[in-house]
């Protein structure tokens, strides 16, 4: 899949948008089943990847080259939908590449729960004897890629969960998933690192009639979405983390109605490639 970069510093490339588990179902399949995983291309072709779902596999596959590669991999938290690609990232099994790994967990941490999704009986090549050099870091303090300035902060979720900022070339994209409105601390600290961003990527998963019966279980609905992406003033809202039961047909109508209350909105789908303007 031809992937060029932007002029205005970044592009983004929908790997996965799947919320929950992967849904090989023909009906979901417009928007996608593979759950959670985007590409950021910076204009000095450097990668950033928010999480690991299972769209990450196929990017690995596009990504398959003799030339060694550099990639930053930002996780937002450890959820299955959100790691469980990596035992199928090939570009893992390449000792010339190198992949650096941000999460808001210490780092030992970090490299322990992803030893642990791999750790026998559950997957036959232990993470420890993949071939790749892979650096785990801190999240927590901001930090540059290249010519990008990457922020995260703290989200509403069960075990927790961090979004992020990427600001490049004086653009901006913001990832807010998975988390759920309603700590007021939490929401005001996300509506200012949201504050005037180009694309909001925001967790979408629940019609408000859906989420009375789902409070508690770390997502929000597509109206949280809207009241944040216009008190934040951003230019483009992107749905995302759609409902493993929401079909196509489902999710349009979701769309539908988030476009009546703030027109520039899409709905997340795998392959979708946007930049900012
Ligand atoms: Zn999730
Ligand atoms: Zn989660």
Known sequence: MAHTQSSTGMSLRFRGVRGSIP?????????????????????????????????????????????????????????????????????????????????HRPVAEAREILEGQMSAPLFPVPFENLMAVRNFHSAVEPFEVGPARVTSFPLNHPQGASGYRLDCGGHSIVHVCDHEPGNAVVDDGIRGAVEGADILVCDAQYTPAEYERRAGWGHGTWVDAVRLAKGASVKKLVLTHHDPDHNDEFVDQILALAVKEFPNTVAAAEGMLLSPD
């Open 23 to 103: 849904t090989a179902k023909s009906c979901n399949l417009r928007y996608g089943g593979n759950t959670t995983c985007l590409e950021v291309r910076l204009t000095d072709g450097r990668i950033i990847i928010i999480d690991a779902g299972t769209g990450i596999r196929q990017l690995g596959v596009e990504m398959e080259s003799a030339e060694a590669l550099s990639l930053t991999l930002l996780l937002t938290h450890f959820h299955w939908d959100h790691i469980q690609g990596i035992p199928f990232f090939t570009p893992l099994y390449a000792k010339h590449n190198r992949i650096d790994i941000y999460s």
